[in-house]
């Protein structure tokens, strides 16, 4: 089989190219593209910061350099948490308000003109089958009929 006739392939390129197409348009802006995906993930209440790497498919010490890196821009704070002091919440500061806006708009466009060009019916139906796809891949058994093959280093 080709890696051109794997879902992988396509998986894989296309993010990559649309991940890409953001990363220039966030540079142009002058914000690296892994705070805009940041930006993208807080919440107006605060968000704490260990739920942000699982959110953005992050290690903890890539999500602290990128916080700190946001927060040196002005587009993040670090606060206690009211509830719980051990832990900390990560707010917008109005620049980073600003920031998201301009990143939120940015995809809300790509994604208005990839319907335009493809189709609201083609993208609907992509979508459903994605979010088919990930649930699938949230249980790996189903997908290797249990027979999840061990690596040869484990043994």
Same mark, same amino acid.
């Given at each position: 089989?080709? !890696?051109?006739?794997?879902?992988?392939?396509?998986?894989?390129?296309?993010?990559?190219?649309?991940?890409?197409?953001?990363?220039?348009?966030?540079?142009?802006?002058?914000?690296?593209?892994?705070?805009?995906?940041?930006?993208?993930?807080?919440?107006?209440?605060?968000?704490?910061?260990?739920?942000?790497? !699982?959110?953005?498919?992050?290690?903890?010490?890539?999500?602290?350099?990128?916080?700190?890196?946001?927060?040196?821009?002005?587009?993040?704070?670090?606060?206690?948490?009211?509830?719980?002091?051990?832990?900390?919440?990560?707010?917008?500061?109005?620049?980073?308000?600003?920031?998201?806006?301009?990143?939120?708009?940015?995809?809300?466009?790509? =994604?208005?003109?990839?319907?335009?060009?493809?189709?609201?019916?083609?993208?609907?139906?992509?979508?459903? =089958?994605?979010?088919? /796809? =990930?649930?699938?891949?949230?249980?790996?058994?189903? /997908?290797?009929?249990?027979?999840? !093959?061990?690596? !040869?280093?484990?043994?």
């Amino acid at each position: 089989m080709k !890696p051109q006739d794997t879902l992988d392939f396509h998986l894989r390129w296309g993010w990559s190219k649309l991940s890409r197409l953001y990363a220039v348009e966030a540079e142009r802006r002058g914000i690296p593209v892994s705070y805009v995906f940041a930006l993208m993930q807080v919440d107006r209440k605060g968000t704490p910061s260990t739920q942000l790497g !699982p959110r953005m498919g992050m290690e903890a010490t890539s999500l602290s350099r990128t916080l700190k890196g946001m927060e040196d821009m002005g587009l993040v704070e670090r606060r206690p948490d009211a509830a719980d002091g051990r832990k900390a919440l990560v707010f917008l500061t109005p620049d980073g308000v600003a920031a998201r806006r301009q990143a939120r708009d940015l995809v809300k466009a790509v =994604n208005a003109r990839i319907r335009e060009l493809l189709g609201d019916e083609e993208v609907d139906a992509l979508i459903a =089958n994605l979010r088919k /796809l =990930n649930e699938l891949f949230d249980r790996p058994e189903q /997908l290797l009929g249990g027979d999840i !093959p061990q690596s !040869p280093l484990a043994s």
